[in-house]
């Protein structure tokens, strides 16, 4: 797959921006609980303590979506409120909903509590909400929501939230001007802001640009070529072959990679110019070889983002 390093590439990281209505879920058989370590020993939050949670998360984002944003910014707690005026968050929330458009869908994919806990600045009781979302213009949106109870306090109070999205103009322009790929690479490197989020997986069509039809068959006649040169980073055995311009990683046996190979490359474009390539072949488990490859496509240069807030 070709990715050029010269290409235009937009990645929208919201931070500190509203959401939308939450719709309703169906009930879950089994309730999963989780809490941090260092919380209150045995502590373990009722039902009606997370329903209660539950519904101030509602309410703010509903509070939000439906434009009274004065109403939402009193449900934050005064340390919040001090570092997010009105003002400012009146106008954030006005161009997320310009930008983004109505809500479609918003799913929750985690809660994770904590009570009393020396990690935390204040005592009482916090709850993270991790989340995505699905607007009218924005498919691809992450973020979450941490709720704080103070002791003695009747309601919980948003102490902080936060998103990372790409908007899908934003997104379509990135695969119009370098690739799918890229776009989606773009896309995987913002959301790892998004704890326990995982977004689309990598198409199967990496392997574009390997001359080989498996890892052992690449490995074999890699090797047996003339002029190389052989080493092994973090398990991994990496293997140049200058005359080709081509560097071979791969993956140490046993690892959940394995087997895979990665081929990066360069080939002249025109008189002075070059562009570099990156392909994969993966038999081990998709999510790992996935990830892996997003983090040699990144420290490659072949994913320059920037970042707006």
Known sequence: MRMTGAA??????GALLGAGPVLAQAPKTTREVNITQGSEAGWIPSEELEAKALASWQRF???IETGDDDAAHAMMSEGFRAQ???AKFRADRAAARTNRGALIIRDRIKLTWTKDSPAVPYP???LAIDASARFAAVDRFCGYTILYL???AQDFAVMRFQETFIENAAFADIAATSSPLQALLVWRLAARSCPNYRPEPLPATLSEGIEYSTVAEARTAVAAREGIETKVENG???IAHRASFSVWSFAPEGAPTSPAVIKRWVEPVGADKSSGSIAMICEGQKAACDAVF???AYKNGFVPVTFEK
């Open 61 to 63: 984002y509903a509070l």
């Open 294 to 296: 997003d983090e040699m």
């Open 124 to 126: 009482g009781i916090y």
């Open 150 to 152: 103070a002791p003695g």
């Open 84 to 86: 997010y005026p009105l």
């Open 236 to 238: 991994w055995t990496v």
């Open 8 to 13: 235009r590439v937009l990645a929208l990281l």
